[in-house]
């Protein structure tokens, strides 16, 4: 299943398919809006960007920074369009400017604006950032990367729709090189197991696992 | 406002100092990898682009002819401006300059300016009545931490590589040169950042949101020529002067790229 | 004070220029893409002696909030020329030629960008004229686009120009300092979107004869279209697979 790369304006087909995500019709043409991956035996016309900020869906888990505090909310950096706020109801934990948090977004408007809830705070651990639409490599198909990645450095990881991903304990400088790895080949075929063969290259001395509130954090996949 | 300021971040950076580790692996005390190439503006004087990292500054050198300052009628100058233009970091915004960049500008300049690196009667034309102007002006391109180092070597290699113009009639003839701008010095600014108890050099982008205090040095083969402590920190004196000794030992490599 | 002014031939009975070219030839291009890790989406464009940066921040909140429209993104644009670009040092202020080149520029880059998907948004492009000899503009143009499909945000089309006009009684493309400093020099800076053939920047400076016009208007289009591929190339090269003993790696 060979992708084909086409960037904004490019023609997508001239057959008439499902419309997908990422093109638009122009006279019985339909053409790409970004610079991204077409599958050309799928039936739906459709374009999987490489490139592009966080667009909020509903269900989704993501990882967020307290910016600042107002009278009865706090406002949030989900590393999309707009900052989001969380009730300070909502909050079980003290939180300050520069808190990390992870969040469910409840509900997004026209506007993409989102309503956050369950917010839960972060203690220790790390933040790796990439690129939002590569997150679903990070994850795999039903879960399989990400399994791949926990097992391979024995790290806690929570995955962020956002682009941010939480990681504590093990090996994290191999998972830093690991994601760093499919962020750069993303757009390429056989990623799991390449990945897979990485980190069994650079296995690390097998630790015990550190217990973490990781449990009642996840999200189903 | 927008949180660059991420406590995990800051957390790790600190911890990790106690540790004597740093994220991308450097010791206290090291550099990170400069390229310094001259492929700039073929319209300037002069010129440098500085890779710090990823920090990515370009420099151009334009003399230009002008009036001496009544009270030293027979010297010329320089001037060094840097400009934090809004592709380099996400909170850039257009408009006058920010203090942090009117400090930047000021302590590159004054660097270079009082460590008597050109003699300014060198560039006097007509005693009185004309002289050269030197204008060094840097734009950022990547902020990626520790603007201060990366502009002070733009500056002082563009300035190295800055031909003077051929003058006839007492006008500039464009794209021919008489020889080059005469520099005694090759000034080295080096700058460290204190986070908890650990003073380390040429912070990047997240140890300088961890930092407490910043303190830049110019030093030249023999002297020191310009210091600056910014924000809201302290340093102890023993702290400045294992830095000075430090900014002798790197100026040393970085001196030879300009 | 020359006695006697040499006359300039801009070109000559072979059809060859003051520095070699055609008159339809355009000048050497190279675009790289996502040069500035810190911005949304960059690229970096040489275009003759030209050299220019571009930036994308965005979509991003608009502020200050005024400023923000409920219907669509706003463009900022903004076109900046490094006072060591020109022969005469420029001063580094923004200028009334770079306000409303800046202007034009943003206009002709908000046809192309679905801006209604983002309302309440900002979208900041900033664009560093480094080195510059003549059509400059049209190069920041050209660098904006490509720096905006870097970011990821939505076009229907690139933007893709070049400098028309005439010097020395001809009509040619892409004219460089020289030429537009001909006795009888006329600059058009002209953008298309490719695949439409829809004009979004159009300019004119000097005295043309409408017939003038339809044949510079061609060759432009067919230039533009060259520029068009440059374009599409160095957003595709940097995902081009290298496969090399220790694996493959992105560009």
């Known amino acids: 299943m060979t992708k084909r790369l086409v960037i904004p304006g490019e023609l997508v087909t001239e057959e008439r398919k499902k419309l997908g995500s990422h093109v638009f019709v122009n006279e019985g043409k339909i053409y790409s809006d970004s610079i991204g991956l077409v599958n050309d035996e799928s039936d739906y016309a459709s374009v999987v960007p490489l490139e592009g900020k966080y667009t909020p869906q509903e269900g989704d888990l993501i990882i967020g920074v307290i910016s600042a505090e107002k009278f009865s909310v706090y406002t949030v950096d989900v590393n999309s369009f707009y900052q989001s706020i969380i009730s300070k109801k909502e909050l079980r934990e003290i939180v300050k400017p520069g808190s990390v948090v992870s969040a469910k977004i409840y509900k997004v408007n026209e506007l993409n604006e989102m309503e956050l809830g369950n917010p839960r705070l972060f203690f220790g651990g790390e933040i790796i950032e990439i690129g939002p639409v590569k997150i679903p490599r990070v994850i795999g198909r039903d879960g399989s990367m990400l399994n791949s990645l926990k097992e391979g450095t024995n790290s806690s990881i929570i995955v962020g729709r956002n682009g941010r991903i939480w990681a504590k304990g093990g090996d994290l400088d191999l998972l830093r090189k690991a994601i760093k790895k499919i962020e750069n080949e993303a757009h390429t075929e056989n990623l799991t197991n390449k990945i897979n063969e990485f980190l069994k290259k650079n296995s690390p001395k097998i630790e015990k696992k550190a217990k973490v509130e990781e449990e009642e954090m996840e999200s189903e996949e | 406002m927008r949180p660059e300021l991420w406590d995990l971040r800051v957390d790790k950076v600190v911890a990790d100092l106690k540790n004597g580790s740093r994220a991308d692996g450097r010791k206290v005390d090291e550099v990170r990898k400069v390229v310094l190439t001259k492929d700039v503006s073929e319209n300037a004087d002069g010129q440098a682009r500085v890779k710090l990292g990823e920090t990515e500054v370009i420099a151009g050198v334009k003399m230009v002819l002008g009036t001496p300052y009544p009270d030293s009628p027979g010297q010329g100058s320089i001037s060094v401006g840097a400009e934090l233009v809004p592709m380099a970091d996400p909170t850039y915004e257009n408009g006058p300059p920010r203090s942090d960049a009117v400090e930047l500008s000021r302590v590159v300049d004054r660097g270079i300016r009082e460590s008597k690196t050109i003699d300014f009667s060198d560039l006097c034309i007509v005693e009185g009545e004309q002289v050269w102007i030197g204008f060094v002006d840097i734009y950022i391109v990547n902020n990626a931490g520790n603007l201060f180092d990366a502009c002070g070597l733009a500056a002082i290699s563009a300035l190295f590589d800055t031909k003077m113009p051929k003058l006839e009639d007492g006008r500039i003839v464009h794209h021919e040169y008489n020889g080059k701008l005469k520099l005694k010095h090759k000034p080295i600014l080096n700058t460290f950042a204190k986070i908890g108890n650990t003073v380390i050099a040429d912070p990047s982008n997240f140890e300088e949101k961890a930092m407490s205090a910043r303190f830049s040095v110019t030093v030249t083969e023999d002297n020191i020529t310009a210091f600056q402590k910014g924000l809201a920190g302290s340093f102890s004196v023993s702290e400045i002067d294992n830095a000075i000794d430090v900014a002798y030992k790197n100026s040393k490599q970085m001196r030879k790229f300009v | ?251």
């Open chain 3, 1 to 251: 004070m020359a006695k006697k002014e040499e006359k300039i031939v801009y070109v000559d009975s072979k059809g060859k220029r003051l520095d070699g070219r055609k008159v339809n030839e355009l000048r050497p291009i190279k675009i790289k893409a996502g040069v500035i890790p810190r911005a949304n989406g960059s690229a970096y464009l040489e275009w003759g002696q030209n050299k220019v940066l571009a930036s994308v921040y965005g979509p991003r909140e608009c502020l200050p909030k005024h400023t923000a429209s409920p219907y669509k993104a706003v463009l900022k644009f903004t076109y900046k020329m490094s006072s060591f670009s020109v022969p005469d040092r420029k001063n580094p202020r923004p200028g009334r030629r770079e306000i409303e080149i800046s202007k034009v520029c943003g206009e002709a880059l908000e046809k192309a960008i679905f801006m209604e998907r983002f309302p309440n948004t900002q979208i900041d492009v900033t664009v560093n004229i480094v080195d510059s000899n003549a059509g400059s503009r049209i190069a920041a143009l050209a660098a904006a686009s490509v720096a905006l499909a870097d970011a990821g945000i939505p076009m229907r089309d690139m933007v893709s120009g070049t400098g028309v006009g005439r010097a020395g009684g001809k009509v040619i493309v892409d004219l460089n300092k020289d030429e537009e400093d001909a006795p009888d020099a006329v600059d058009v800076p002209l953008a298309i979107l490719p695949n439409s053939k829809e004009i979004v920047l159009l300019q004119l400076d000097g005295v043309f004869s409408k017939k003038e016009w339809q044949e510079a208007y061609k060759l432009g289009v067919e230039a533009s279209l060259e520029v068009y591929e440059k374009q599409k190339e160095a957003l595709k090269e940097k995902y081009v697979i290298t496969e090399t003993k220790k694996g493959v790696e992105k560009k």
